[in-house]
């Protein structure tokens, strides 16, 4: 089992930042890859990024690549991601999911973020 805990999200006017931070606990050693999804409002769960925990590789959906940025710090057990010039249409409850090398995924609570025209 493998809980997670994300933090950073919020109320941010369009062109600006805000960095989501996913804490990982539990079974960590079993752990594939780290990422994050969001949800809009009507909308279908979206993935954004990833990250491989084994080679750091990283992953981009083309909505945000260029803008966000996924990394980690194994030292904390904890993923972050790095949200600049956000959009309208990033307004979404973001998700921090970890995969595990069965295949299984795990997931945060989510954190609201909304961006203002």
């Known amino acids: 089992q493998v809980q997670l805990v994300e933090s950073g999200g919020g109320l941010v006017q369009a062109g600006g930042s805000l960095r989501l931070s996913c804490a990982a606990s539990?079974?960590?050693?079993?752990?594939?890859?780290m990422g994050w999804y969001r949800q809009a409002p009507g909308k279908a769960r979206e993935w954004v990024a990833s990250?491989?925990?084994?080679?750091?590789?990283?992953d981009y959906a083309d909505s945000v690549k260029g803008r966000f940025s996924i990394s980690r710090d194994n030292a904390k057990n904890t993923v972050y991601l790095q949200m600049n010039s956000l959009k309208p249409e990033d307004t979404a409850v973001y998700y921090c999911?970890?995969?595990?090398?069965?295949?299984?995924?795990?997931w945060g609570q989510g954190t609201q973020v909304t961006v203002s025209s």
């Open positions: 999911d970890a995969r595990d090398w069965g295949g299984t995924d795990y």
């Open positions: 539990g079974s960590i050693f079993s752990v594939k890859f």
């Open positions: 990250i491989s925990s084994s080679s750091g590789n990283t």
